[in-house]
C-alpha cells in the first residue's frame, strides 16, 4: 500500500541500473558518445583482425555489387548514346508528318502545299526502307535488324544536310549508290566500285558514287545506310505510288517547333499526325528493347546476390559459433543484447561497404564489356562512355552493398545476441535437437507445398515462378536431414574408397548439418536454374524441330532472313530451273467476314496447287483444279462455320494494320481438304487478292532424287546472302539451333552466381581450417599424414557440393519439366548428358575449393594446434 505524505505526492523511483551495466554508464553525460566510438573502433579491429575470413563473402557480394552498379552504367551509357545520335540526326528536322496505324502515307500534293505554309522555312519527303549492303565474301557488311536505304534530297546547291558527301558525289540516276564512311571502310569498298546491295527482295549490282557521315540510328546500331536518287528510292521504299513514308519539315527562325506542328496539323487530312522534335526525341529515348536488357541484367545480379546472401549468412554464423564465449563475456561485463547484436551488425556493415565500392569499381569495367558484348557489331556510335562516377548509381551500390550484407547477418548476429552470459564458462554451446525437428516438419510442409503448386501450375508461368522458389525453399529446409541420410549411406562406400579418411570427412559432414545445408543452398538454387533453362531449352529445341519438319509442306522452301523480304521474281526465276515440278511463292491474306471473325489463307499459285503437283493435299469434296475460280477451305475450317461446298464467303481483306481494305470479295467454296499448316486454313488464288503483299515463303517441289542437286541450283542462280534454301532436314536443324544463342547467353550469366556457389564451399571449407586447427593436429598426433588431411577435406567439399547440385538439379529439372509439359504440343526433352556433366562440374568445384583449405589444415603445426586454442 502506497503511505500518505504530507504535500505534494512523490512516486517512488524505478529500480536502479546495476552499478557498471551499461545502462548506468550510457546515463552518464557524453559517455554514450566515447563508448559508440570505442565499439567501432573494437569493430574495425576484429574486421582487421578476421580479415582472411571475411574476404570471400566479400568477394561475393562485390561480384554481386559489380553486376548490380555495371547494369545501370550500361543503360545509363545507352540512353546517353540513343539521345546523343538523335540529336545529331537529321537536324533539319522541327516537325514530322506521318500516318497513324492505318492511315494513308502523305503525298506529293501534301508536301507541295506545306512547303508554301507560312512558318515552314523547308520541307523534304523521306522515303526509308530496307536496304542490305552485300560485302565481297557475299556478307552481309551491317547488322539486318538495323540495315536501311533512304532518298538522297540535295538542295540547290547538290548537297544534303543530312548525308554530307565526303568522298565523290551523290547518286543522280539509276545503278548509282552512296554509303555512309564506317560501311565503306568496313567492307573496304571505294568510290567507283560495284557494290551489291540487296532490296526490295532483289539483288542489285551499283555503282558507289559517294560516301557520307552520318549519325542516324541504324548506324548506330551497327547497321549500314544507303543513300539512292530519288528516282530508285521511290521505286524501292515508296509505300505507294506518289506517296512518301513521312514529310519533315524545318521551321522558319523565331517559330517553335510546337507553333508549326498546330500549324500544319490544321492543314492535315485524316490519317496523318504532326509530331514536333521533341516528341521524336522522346519515342528515341524510350527505347523498350533497351529496358527489357536492363532488367534481364539487373535480375541476373539479384541472383547473384541472393545466392551470395548464403555465404554471408554462413560466415556470420560460423563467427558467431567461434566468438561465443567473446559475446558471453560481453554480456557478462554488462553488455546488453542490443550492444551485441549492433556489433555483428556493424562489422558486417563494414565488410559490405568495402565490397560495395570495389564492387561499383569493379562495376564500371562490367559496363565496358556489357558494351563490347552488346553493343552494336562494330558501329560508329553504339554507347556514350560510362559515367566514371555516376552519384546514383553509387549510391545504389552502397545500399545494396551494405543492404544485402547486414540483412544476410541479421539472423546470425540475433542468435550471437542471445549467447547468455553462462556461456562464458563453457568451450561449447551445442544446437537443441528440438529445433531440428521443427526446421524438418517445416521443410517437409513446404516440399509438398511447392510439388503440389508444381503440379498444378499446368504450363501457367506465373505459377511456376512461384512454386520453384516455394519448393527450393522447402529442400533448403530439409537439407540438414537429407545430408545425415545421404552420409549414412555413403559411410560404407566411402570407407572402402578412400578408409578412415573418407569416414572422417562424413563424420564432420553430419557434424553441423545446418552448416552443411547452408553450403549446399547456394549451390542447390544455382544449379536449380541452370537445369531449368537446360531442360527447357532442350525441350524447346526438340519440339520446334519436330515442328519445323512436320510443317514442311515440300521438299525445298525459299525464306527471307529477319527483316528482309522475298522478291516478287523469285518464284518465276525458280520456276524455269532444270528438275523443278512445281513451284509457287506463298503469301499470308485476311479476309474479315460479316460476321465480324477473321479467316486466314495463303495465296497461292493455282496451278501449282492443282492435283497434288505442289504439295500433297488430301482433297475431301470439290477440285483444286477449280481453285482459281473461288477459295478452299480444311475441313476443320468448314466445320466451324458451317460451310459445305458450293457455299459463297463473303468479306473484305485485311490490311497489314487489321483494317478492312479494297472492294468486298464474294468467294465460292470450291474444295475442302485436309493438308499441313503452311498451306491452311484456307487456299486464295493470286488473283483474287488485289495489291502487293509481303511474301512469306516460296514452296518448291523437286523432281524425285533430284532435291539436293536443285537446292544448290537455287542458291547459285539466286545468289542473295539474305534468302534462306531449305529443305526439311535445313529446317528442322535451324528450328533446334535457334535456342542456342539464348542458351550460351543464359549459361553465361548464370555462370556468375554458380561462381559465387564456389566461393561458398570454398569459404566453408576455409573457416572449417581455422576452427579445426585442434582437431587437424590430433589428427596429425595419431599419425594422419599431411596427404590424409588433404583428402578428408577434399571429400567432405565434394560430398556437400553434390549434395546441393543433386538437390538443385532434381529441382530445376522438375520446374523444367513442368514448364514444358503444361504447353500444348510441346515435346519434354530430358537432356540427360547435360544434367549429368552438371553434376560432375559440381565435384570439380568441390575439389578446387578444397585446394586452399586442405594445403592450410597440412601445414598446421602440430605441437601449436593441439597446445592451442580454437579461432
Known amino acids: 500500500m502506497r503511505g500518505r505524505t504530507v504535500g505534494r505526492s512523490v512516486d517512488p523511483p524505478g529500480p536502479l541500473p546495476r552499478p557498471g551495466s551499461e545502462a548506468s554508464l ?9 563508448l559508440e566510438g570505442l565499439m567501432f573502433r573494437s569493430v574495425l579491429r576484429s574486421v582487421l583482425r578476421d580479415r582472411h575470413r571475411f574476404a570471400l563473402p566479400a568477394l561475393a557480394v562485390l561480384i554481386g555489387v559489380a553486376c548490380v552498379s555495371g547494369s545501370l552504367l550500361y543503360t545509363q551509357s545507352l540512353a546517353r548514346g540513343a539521345a546523343q545520335v538523335q540529336r545529331a540526326s537529321r537536324p533539319d528536322v522541327s516537325v514530322e508528318v506521318r500516318p497513324i496505324a492505318g492511315g494513308t502515307p502523305p503525298g506529293e500534293a501534301l508536301l507541295r502545299r506545306l512547303t508554301s505554309l507560312p512558318g515552314v522555312e523547308a520541307a523534304r519527303g523521306t522515303l526509308r526502307g530496307r536496304a542490305f549492303l552485300v560485302a565481297r565474301d557475299d556478307s552481309l557488311v551491317g547488322t539486318p535488324s538495323a540495315d536501311a536505304g533512304v532518298n538522297f534530297v540535295p538542295d540547290t546547291h547538290g548537297v544534303d544536310p543530312r548525308y554530307p558527301i565526303t568522298e565523290g558525289h551523290a547518286p543522280d540516276r539509276p545503278g548509282e549508290a552512296a554509303v555512309d564512311q564506317w560501311s565503306a571502310r568496313k567492307a573496304g569498298y571505294r568510290v567507283g566500285d560495284r557494290v551489291r546491295l540487296v532490296a526490295a527482295g532483289e539483288v542489285h549490282q551499283v555503282r558507289l558514287t559517294g560516301v557520307f557521315t552520318v549519325h542516324d540510328p541504324a548506324t548506330a546500331a551497327g547497321g549500314t545506310l544507303t543513300a539512292f536518287d530519288a528516282a530508285t528510292a521511290r521505286a524501292l521504299f515508296a509505300p505507294a505510288p506518289g506517296r512518301y513514308t513521312s514529310l519533315t519539315l524545318t521551321a522558319a527562325p523565331g517559330i517553335s517547333s510546337a507553333a508549326l506542328a498546330e500549324r500544319v496539323t490544321r492543314e492535315l487530312p ?23 536488357l536492363g532488367t534481364l541484367l539487373l535480375l541476373f545480379a539479384g541472383i547473384a546476390l541472393f545466392v551470395s546472401a548464403f555465404l554471408v549468412s554462413n560466415t556470420f554464423t560460423m563467427l558467431s559459433a567461434v566468438r561465443a564465449r567473446e559475446h558471453a563475456l560481453m554480456r557478462a561485463v554488462g553488455a546488453s543484447r542490443r550492444r551485441v547484436l549492433g556489433i555483428v551488425l556493424t562489422e558486417a556493415a563494414v565488410v559490405g561497404t568495402v565490397a560495395a565500392v570495389a564492387g561499383y569499381g569493379l562495376g564500371i569495367g562490367v559496363a565496358a ?14 554507347t556514350a562512355a560510362p559515367d566514371v562516377l555516376s552519384p546514383p548509381v553509387l549510391l545504389v551500390a552502397l545500399c545494396v552493398g551494405v543492404g544485402f550484407t547486414a540483412a544476410a547477418a541479421f539472423v546470425p548476429a540475433l542468435r550471437a545476441s542471445a549467447v547468455a552470459p553462462v556461456a562464458a564458462l563453457r568451450t561449447d554451446t551445442p544446437v537443441a535437437a528440438l529445433s531440428l525437428r521443427r526446421r524438418n516438419r517445416y521443410g517437409v510442409a513446404v516440399t509438398a507445398g511447392g510439388a503440389l503448386l508444381m ?19 522447402g529442400l533448403i529446409l530439409l537439407t540438414p536431414q537429407l545430408a545425415n541420410g545421404a552420409t549414412r549411406a555413403l559411410r560404407r562406400p566411402a570407407g572402402r574408397l578412400f578408409g578412415v579418411r573418407g569416414t572422417l570427412a562424413l563424420a564432420n ?30 525441350s524447346l529445341s526438340t519440339t520446334a524441330g519436330r515442328e519445323a519438319r512436320a510443317d514442311m509442306p515440300t521438299d525445298l522452301r525459299i525464306t527471307a532472313v529477319d527483316y528482309a523480304q522475298i522478291g516478287a521474281h523469285t518464284a518465276a526465276r525458280v520456276s524455269h530451273l532444270p528438275d523443278v515440278a512445281a513451284v509457287s511463292s506463298v503469301r499470308e491474306a485476311g479476309i474479315r467476314l460479316g460476321d465480324g ?21 488430301s482433297v475431301r469434296t470439290g477440285r483444286l483444279d477449280d481453285l482459281s475460280q473461288g477459295i478452299a477451305v480444311t475441313r476443320s475450317l468448314a466445320a466451324e462455320h458451317g460451310w459445305r461446298l458450293g457455299d459463297r464467303i463473303t468479306g473484305r481483306r485485311l490490311s497489314d494494320a487489321g483494317d478492312p481494305v479494297g472492294k468486298g470479295l464474294r468467294l465460292k467454296i470450291v474444295a475442302v481438304y485436309d493438308g499441313p499448316d503452311a498451306l491452311g486454313p484456307a ?45 526439311r532436314a535445313d529446317a528442322g536443324r535451324d528450328a533446334e539451333q535457334g535456342f542456342g544463342q539464348l542458351q550460351s547467353v543464359l549459361y553465361a550469366m548464370l555462370s556468375i552466381t554458380v561462381t559465387v556457389a564456389a566461393l561458398g564451399v570454398a569459404n566453408t571449407m576455409g573457416m572449417a581450417v581455422f576452427e579445426r586447427r585442434r582437431e587437424f593436429g590430433l589428427l596429425r598426433a595419431v599419425g594422419l599424414d599431411r596427404s590424409g588431411v588433404r583428402s578428408m577435406l577434399r571429400v567432405e567439399s565434394v560430398v556437400v557440393s553434390a549434395l546441393g547440385a543433386a538437390l538443385g538439379i532434381l529441382a530445376g529439372g522438375a520446374a523444367g519439366a513442368a514448364a514444358v509439359v503444361g504447353q500444348h504440343g510441346a515435346v519434354l526433352e530430358v537432356p540427360w548428358t547435360a544434367l549429368l556433366i552438371l553434376f560432375a562440374g559440381a565435384a570439380v568445384v568441390g575439389v578446387l575449393a578444397a585446394l586452399g583449405p586442405g594445403a592450410r589444415a597440412a601445414a598446421v603445426p602440430v605441437p601449436q594446434a593441439v597446445g592451442g586454442e580454437t579461432g
Do not use: M
Not at 499526325?273 to 524510350?286: C, K
Open 597 to 617: 471473325s477473321v479467316v486466314w489463307s495463303a495465296v497461292v499459285d493455282p496451278k501449282a496447287v492443282s492435283q497434288g503437283h505442289l504439295a500433297p493435299l
Open 509 to 538: 559432414t553430419r557434424r553441423n548439418p545446418r552448416r552443411t545445408a547452408a553450403t549446399a543452398g547456394a549451390l542447390t538454387v544455382c544449379l536449380a536454374l541452370v537445369s531449368a533453362v537446360t531442360v527447357a531449352l532442350a
Open 270 to 292: 485524316h490519317g496523318l499526325q504532326a509530331v514536333t522534335r521533341a516528341q521524336l526525341d522522346a519515342e528515341a529515348a524510350a527505347a523498350p528493347d533497351r529496358e527489357k
Open 26 to 34: 550510457l546515463g552518464l553525460p557524453g559517455l554514450s558518445v566515447v
Open 369 to 382: 564489356l556489357l558494351t563490347r558484348l552488346f553493343g552494336a557489331v562494330g558501329g560508329p556510335v553504339t
Open 683 to 727: 487456299l486464295l488464288p493470286e488473283s483474287a487478292v488485289a495489291g502487293k503483299g509481303d511474301i512469306t515463303s516460296v514452296l518448291i517441289r523437286a523432281e524425285p532424287g533430284r532435291t539436293a542437286a536443285v537446292k544448290e541450283e537455287i542458291r547459285r542462280t539466286l545468289h542473295d546472302p539474305l534468302l534462306v534454301v531449305e529443305d
Open 455 to 473: 503440379t498444378a501450375a499446368g504450363g501457367d508461368l506465373g505459377v511456376l515462378c512461384l512454386a520453384t522458389p516455394v519448393l527450393l525453399a
